[in-house]
């Protein structure tokens, strides 16, 4: 087709509705940088953007903005060891304890205070690196073309409700909301269950203050095979099989 | 109405190039100020689409996700940040309600609808207030059937044949109602658009 046989369709494009024809057809123009198409398809994107942001104006809860900035702080640790900066303040802050703090019994304090300040960091700075590590796998499998994608819960407000992304090559992802933190002593713990076979431990998790919960069982996954990724409310060892009801039940 | 949200995009938009820049730097704050500018555009199409709070929260963290492992390729000097985002979060959100409906995902998503490079040489300020209130009023001003195709396919990404069942209506019938709405669209918002 010539380019202006395909401008009727930059639109149709854009939004994703296009017959396969012309969308093959603006994909080769674009691929190629056709002088008239993409400035035709960009000025279509310009306004189906438009449409969406004419969308209601509404407020977002206070909470979701610390879960977005949670993304970037787990980055910001991958890229920086901090425990050699912070090892640096803390031992500024032992000389300056003991430059002008003449009581001995003083400066013991502040070494106390000081190394239990860089054991809290180190924790910290752990636990982010596990959390980025984590949203890294978490996006490889969300990006896989071939996961599937199975929704629990999205019709009752108050159970856990979420999504199970099952990708054979990577694994299983498992993200959810409305979930009760579980009680002391207790975990809960994933469970891939085969077609007419036995639940199979699929890794043990907890779930945040804020109700959600993100767990991954990372590994090639026999999609064909498998009916079901359940979750149950568990001793906090684990267990080879299940003892409770699922709180968590999503059928392939 | 508030308009807070669009106010905030045209107050901040023309430092989205310097944002861009530090978002691949993987500065925190950067982040931050990417979610002060669009988190409630983001959060207010996600959930026009999904209508629901809870999972409207979650798709909107995953765009945020998907945005900040994808800004290495994201052009600063020419992209368009606030539309991208709305892509991505359109996608997340249609691809959520297809997988809720049991349909095949969005099979055309990744490559053509939301990379990076499909927003250079963006208009810069195309969300200011003026122009969506034009949006707003160019989509009155459709029949009602051109508005609710144009609904359909924007906000549950609906294709032709798909709306052709929901509309219980030829498939001929629908292609027209889209094809017009979007032409008087686009005469309504051609200048709009590429002023």
């Known amino acids: 087709m010539t380019c202006n046989e395909l401008r009727d369709y930059y639109e149709l494009y854009t939004l994703g509705i296009a017959e396969d024809a012309e969308r093959t ?15 035709g398809v960009r000025t279509a994107r310009e306004l189906i953007s438009m449409i969406g942001a004419a969308a ?14 949670a993304i970037a702080g787990g980055q910001k640790s991958s890229l920086w060891n901090w425990s050699p900066v912070w090892a640096a303040v803390a031992a500024g802050l032992l000389i300056a ?71 054979p090559k990577r694994g299983v992802l498992l993200l959810a909301s409305n979930m009760t933190p579980a009680p002391s002593g207790k975990i809960y713990e994933m469970w891939v269950i085969p077609k007419g076979g036995k639940p199979v431990p699929a890794g043990l998790f907890q779930a945040g203050s804020d109700g959600t919960a993100l767990h991954i069982l990372a590994g090639p996954v026999d999609v064909a095979t498998t009916a079901a990724v359940a979750v149950t409310l568990e001793p906090e060892a684990g267990v080879p099989q299940p003892t409770s009801t699922p709180v968590i039940a999503a059928a392939l | 109405m508030s308009l807070l949200p669009l106010l905030l995009a045209i107050e901040f938009g023309e430092n989205d190039a310097d944002l861009v820049r530090r978002l691949q730097k993987r500065d925190a704050r950067a982040m931050a100020e990417l979610y002060d500018r669009y988190g409630r555009l983001v959060y207010a199409l996600i959930l026009r689409v999904v209508r629901d709070g809870g999972i409207a929260e979650d798709l909107v963290q995953e765009t945020f996700l998907r945005v900040w492992n994808r800004v290495q390729g994201f052009d600063a000097e020419r992209g368009g940040l606030g539309p991208w985002l709305l892509a991505v979060a359109r996608n997340r959100a249609i691809d959520y309600l297809r997988s809720a409906a049991g349909r095949m995902r969005n099979a055309v998503e990744v490559p053509e609808t939301d990379h990076p490079a499909m927003f250079a040489d963006m208009e810069k300020e195309l969300f200011n207030s003026d122009r969506v209130r034009r949006v707003r009023v160019a989509l009155q001003k459709l029949s009602e059937n051109q508005r609710v195709v144009i609904e359909l396919a924007y906000f549950e990404g609906l294709s032709q044949a798909e709306m052709a069942d929901r509309m219980k209506q030829p498939l001929g019938t629908v292609k027209t109602w889209v094809r017009t709405a979007l032409k008087s669209l686009r005469d309504e918002l051609g200048t709009a658009v590429v002023a």
Request: aromatic share 4%; hydrophobic share 40%.
């Open chain 1, 25 to 39: 057809e603006i994909g080769e123009h674009l691929e190629r940088n056709c002088p008239t198409c993409v400035p």
């Open chain 1, 97 to 167: 304890a003991i430059v002008f703090n003449t009581s001995a019994q003083r400066a013991s304090r502040e070494l106390q205070r000081t190394t239990a300040l860089l054991q809290r960091l180190e924790v910290e700075s752990v636990a982010q690196v596990r959390e980025l590590a984590g949203l890294h796998e978490a996006l490889a499998i969300l990006d896989q073309p071939d996961a599937r994608q199975v929704v629990f819960g999205g019709a009752t407000p108050l159970p856990p409700r979420g999504r199970v992304f099952i990708d």
């Open chain 1, 56 to 69: 209601d104006p509404v407020q977002p809860p206070a909470r979701l903005r610390k879960r977005v900035l």
